[in-house]
């Protein structure tokens, strides 16, 4: 039997990158869209139905260890391919439900189906396959998946006015398992290249065991636990925040119409000129970009400052996913970095779903929001200080030497 001979780099990263923009549109930002529909419809509450999305959140926070080290097991293509599959029958679940047991149960699938197709597997596969262009590859994923909220709330409105909300959910599962699915499969068949070990540059390979004898794993897992509950806590209280500064939601709206352009923004400058900096260095620009962000919102009062809040918190939630997603290979290896990213993402993505219930209860006990935000913004720079001090392993396992 011939081998299959596996596609190109280009080929492998286009196919992957619209495979991200549509996964994140459908699985991720999908979701607010049938909020108010589902409402009307079947007379739940909003608490109800956010119960369902947290639950996806939590269940893509225990999933994605195992889904790292099956990619280490070189079942990447498996592992996308299914995850697609997986999404496409979970909104087919939801497509039906009529009770909330059934909701929750759909979400529980969908969000098996995040852990198994949202950036971090695309990262790890393309670092595996391609050791030696994989930074380039990981950028253009995030530029491309960077439009993914773009798509995602015109074409759901779109869907919903023509189908009704039941009917825009059976679409969208059959994209991903008619499109993005099949699509996968192909980018991905074949044999992926190998670095000859005896290239003096090649970074030895850290078990997860030893990973996590690591204090910099620990350091890097505080700075992404830390990033990942700043910006959703964000997220989930932005709208009030601005309300609680006197502006209306279309003001909001107006301000924050600009944060998606400059995250893409950020993504294509670094594709641009990215090859001059290293994931470290960009490490702490994007890491320090933050704290100001969310300072300089909280201390805003007029629309100028705002605009520069978004356009700042846009550069560095952009830059993010670019810094985590190299950071581990160039710090632990190629051969175990589904697993430690795994174990890495999984504690991010557990403060992700907590955060805007922490930030919640924290507003019991503070002023307002203003208060709210220069403690995330606090919270943000403690993860820039661990950042700081997590430096690359030591030179005794040759690791990222070029990183000091």
């Given at each position: 039997m011939r081998p299959v001979n596996p596609p190109s780099f280009r080929a492998t990263v286009s196919v992957l990158a619209a495979g991200q923009l549509v996964c994140w549109a459908a699985l991720y930002y999908g979701f607010?869209?049938?909020?108010?529909?589902?409402?009307?419809?079947?007379?739940?509450?909003?608490?109800?139905?956010?119960?369902?999305?947290?639950?996806?959140?939590?269940?893509?926070?225990?999933?994605?260890?195992?889904?790292?080290?099956?990619?280490?097991?070189?079942h990447g293509r498996r592992v996308l391919t299914l995850g697609a599959l997986l999404g496409g029958a979970g909104f087919g679940m939801w497509s039906q439900v009529a009770t909330l047991p059934w909701l929750y149960g759909s979400f529980a699938v969908l969000g098996a189906a995040m852990a198994m197709t949202l950036y971090e597997p695309a990262f790890s596969v393309l670092t595996k396959r391609f050791p030696d262009r994989y930074p380039q590859g990981i950028t253009a994923l995030t530029l491309v998946g960077g439009f993914a909220s773009t798509l995602s709330f015109p074409s759901?409105?779109?869907?919903?006015?023509?189908?009704?909300?039941?009917?825009a959910l059976l679409v969208i599962g059959a994209v991903l398992v008619v499109v993005v699915a099949p699509a996968h499969a192909w980018a991905l068949r074949g044999t992926p290249e190998r670095v000859d070990a005896q290239r003096p540059d090649t970074v030895a390979d850290a078990t997860l065991q030893q990973a996590l004898r690591e204090t910099s794993f620990w350091l890097l897992a505080a700075t992404f636990t830390l990033y990942s509950f700043g910006a959703a806590a964000l997220w989930a209280h932005v709208m009030p925040a601005f309300a609680g500064k006197g502006f209306s939601e279309t003001e909001a709206l107006a301000v924050l119409v600009w944060v998606g352009p400059a995250q893409v923004l950020g993504r294509l400058l670094y594709l641009m000129f990215g090859r001059w900096l290293s994931a470290r260095r960009l490490g702490l620009l994007v890491l320090g970009g933050m704290p100001v962000s969310l300072a300089v919102f909280a201390l805003a009062d007029g629309m100028l400052l705002l605009l520069l809040f978004a356009l700042l918190f846009g550069f560095a939630n952009g830059l993010a996913t670019i810094v985590r997603g190299n950071v581990v290979p160039q710090y632990f290896g190629r051969e175990h970095v589904g697993r430690i990213s795994g174990a890495m993402s999984a504690i991010s993505l557990l403060a992700r779903a907590a955060a805007p219930l922490v930030a919640a209860w924290w507003l019991l006990a503070l002023p307002g929001y203003r208060e709210l935000l220069l403690l995330l913004a606090a919270l943000s720079l403690v993860a820039l200080l661990s950042f700081v001090l997590a430096r690359p392993p030591g030179s005794t396992r040759g690791l990222a030497r070029g990183l000091r």
């Open positions: 607010s869209s049938f909020v108010l529909p589902m409402q009307r419809a079947l007379g739940w509450s909003k608490p109800e139905l956010m119960g369902a999305f947290t639950l996806a959140l939590g269940m893509w926070g225990v999933s994605t260890y195992a889904v790292g080290a099956a990619i280490d097991r070189g759901a409105v779109w869907l919903i006015d023509g189908l009704d909300w039941r009917g």
